[in-house]
């Protein structure tokens, strides 16, 4: 019989427990591949906040930085491209649509603005407020209640 602490407080012939039950890490999670910036960059050029929205240009550059082929874009690009295509896009939708972080997002994003295919598009202007109140102007404030009767808010 050995001296060790584990296997003396077992009969004899008995495995242990823990030789019993087999090795899961329940925890393992899929390692998710990001997308690599062919110059290293951990940072977007450009600062870009969740709600910036993007658009594409109408001429799309050649190749972006890091493709293989002349106009050949990584496949996340590819699709952040088609969705600011659909008529500009926030920064933070791109992220969840194409499934990666959001830094990895803005440098892809960054790299797809230096290749003229995406321009950050300038946010509306605010609406003029009322001279004499500084508030939101009747006719605006009128139109928000028109708008907000006239959706359906009915929750499921």
Not at 33 to 41: A, L, W
Not at 94 to 106: E, H
Not at 125 to 133: E, H, L, Q, S
């Amino acid at each position: 019989m050995s001296t060790d602490a584990h296997s003396a407080a077992q009969p004899e012939g008995q495995p242990s427990a823990a030789a019993c039950v087999p090795w899961v890490d329940q925890d393992v999670q899929q390692v998710r591949p990001y997308v690599v910036v062919p110059d290293g960059r951990a940072c977007p050029r450009y600062q870009m906040r969740l709600d910036t929205v993007l658009t594409a240009t109408h001429t799309t550059a050649g190749a972006a930085p890091g493709t293989t082929q002349a106009g050949a874009l990584p496949p996340e690009a590819a699709h952040a491209l088609r969705l600011c295509r659909a008529g500009g896009c926030s920064v933070a939708e791109i992220a969840a649509t194409i499934g990666q972080p959001i830094l990895v997002t803005k440098t892809l994003l960054s790299d797809l603005i230096d290749t003229g295919a995406l321009v950050i598009a300038q946010p509306a202007a605010p609406p003029d407020p009322d001279p004499d109140t500084g508030r939101p102007s009747a006719h605006l404030l009128q139109a928000l209640l028109e708008g907000l009767e006239a959706h359906d808010f009915a929750v499921a």
